[in-house]
């Protein structure tokens, strides 16, 4: 992390960039929709009359729209016409297939790329990133732009005190997460206004129907495989896959696999309990979700806990191979 904010003026000034897109993930959560506004707002100050995009490929997510009642944040949902960029930056995102189709835009754009992140580094985005910023430590990308800002010497404004309060509130899931230096930060938002009670009132969102039965019918299909002591659970639905992936956690399971397949496209979610990362050391992000989506032709990553894989295939299939890497793990 350190010296990254000198970087950063550094590469702007190498490549005269006057026109900067700012790119979240798919379906943008609070914490990358929140610390793009951050980040902006760094590059703004940094040189003014600066024409900086942010956008969010497929969309961002319900909460995140909530939230754009609250702060000032433009994002495009259309997708940017690449080559009108100098330089593009991509937060909260580890691979470049996590912004959908327009990855290739951006890949065969070939403009210098910021990665500002914390999830588990990935080789091939170490490779197309010309500055890569990432710290696996950190409770979310908020709290490393808070950071950067620091860094800097910036003060951020009360939006954006704000808006980095809400993306590590969200990140930490209320700051059941949150580690020592999460807390530290909170502390500096609080005192530059952030009011914690109300801001974190408008994290909460009452359930859609739809995800109530997307939540029921996984549990429902629900596969069980104990493991000595450990309970495995192995589902599929069409949607809402992340939110039944923590629910089957917050269920009891130690471990859960949601898929959703979409003709021969599949996406799963990835979610274990503390306790069972903590005992076992499997790492779903490294040990299971980076060679799971090898073998079904996609692209995994994430969190020791919490990881996501999209690739092409059957669910049996993933199941198995799954199966075997995770008793592989288990049985080192
Ligand atoms: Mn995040």
Known sequence: MFMSARKIKELMERFRATSILILCHHNADP???????????????????????????????????????YIPIDVSLDRPRFEEFDLFVMLDTNTIQQLGDWGEYLKRASKPLIVVDHHASHPETEKLATLYIFDEESSSTCEIVYGLLREFGFKPSKAEAEALFLGMAFDTKHFILAKPSTFKVLAELVDMGVDPQKAITKLSMPMDQSERIARLKACQRVRLVRIGDWILTFTHVGAYQASAARALIELGAHFSFVAGQDGDQIQISLRSSRDFYEKTGLHLGEDLARPLGEYLHGMGGGHATSAGVNGFGEFEDAVEYSMKLIRDKLAR
């Open 31 to 69: 914490d990358a929709l929140c610390s793009a506004f951050a980040f902006s707002g760094l590059l703004r100050r940094l040189r003014s009359g600066l024409k900086i995009r942010i956008a969010s490929p497929e969309g961002i997510s319900k909460l995140s729209k909530v939230l754009l009642q």
